[in-house]
């Protein structure tokens, strides 16, 4: 017998607020039985091609810690780069730069939402194809 992971929490202050920063983000929507809006303690939103599902979850507490679980975000078209600043646009705040750490071309940027969760852009398929 196995488990399969049902959807991704995250803990949160505002659940309505970070999942739409979330939405745009990742391109998700709300479930369609189950709108959020304003005020909601617990906001669902789900990836239109798969399924995926994060669930937003609010606590009394802020974060205090480096998360122990966080998103690898890939662009789906474009550079990491080009993602980068778009996620910048959207209020997304930079924490570390790992670009080129192992070579040009190469390496990540870890980020945080506006609550402070990190989470990581990736270079795009594409640009990994090409320094292979």
Known sequence: MTSFISHTTVDCRNAFELSEWWKRVLGY???????????????????????????????PDDKQVKNRLHFDLRPSEGTRDEELAR??????TEVADHRGQYGPGT???VLADPEGNEFCILRSEAEVARTQ
């Open 107 to 109: 390496g990540w940027v």
């Open 29 to 59: 929507v709300d479930e369609v039985d189950d709108p959020n809006e304003p005020g909601h303690e617990e906001c669902m939103i789900v990836a239109a091609d798969d399924g995926h599902r994060v669930l937003f979850i609010e606590v």
């Open 87 to 92: 996620l910048r646009e959207l209020g997304a």
